[in-house]
């Protein structure tokens, strides 16, 4: 399907339906979200960041978030099988390097903050592989994505139509 200005939502998920354009409702909040985008990922590997976007939006469910990071995973080379694991990494760690699984394994965490917290060896991890500068830059990346992820999937935000390049 080509995709135009006048596509609407509804053509690409008709069983749910877009709810709202918060971004349009909100346009400061959007603005600032997209600056905060940007400045947690300085200094982050953008296929790194793209695998942490990625996971986060398998646990949140962000069909949204999924279909725009897979292609701008795939535009910034990483490989469709490594994608295709990520939601297995646990048993297709080979896939992956110790440092890139100790980001998915952070990811997780703090997604699903089931317990609370993040678990100390989990943190202990990934700032064995990460300096203390450049952990604080993963931890900024995650957070973004999971806010990100609550405004798709509140809002029904839909896939599709997103080509890489679109975004800030």
Known sequence: MTTTETTTAVEYAPE???????????PEVYKAMIRLDAAARKGIDPRLGELVKIRASQLNHCAFCLDMHTKDALAAG?????????????E?????TPKE?????????????????????VYAKAAKHFEEAELAQLIAAITVINAWN??????RMTPGHYQPGQHG
Do not use: K
């Open 101 to 121: 699984l100790a980001a998915i394994e952070l990811t997780e965490a703090m997604t699903v903050l089931t317990d609370g917290f993040v678990p100390d060896e």
């Open 92 to 96: 297709s760690a080979h896939f992956y």
């Open 150 to 155: 609550r405004f798709g999937v509140t809002c």
């Open 16 to 26: 749910h339906p877009a709810r709202l354009n918060w971004a349009q409702h909100v």
């Open 78 to 90: 990483e490989s469709v099988e490594r994608i295709v694991q990520l939601s297995a990494w646990e």
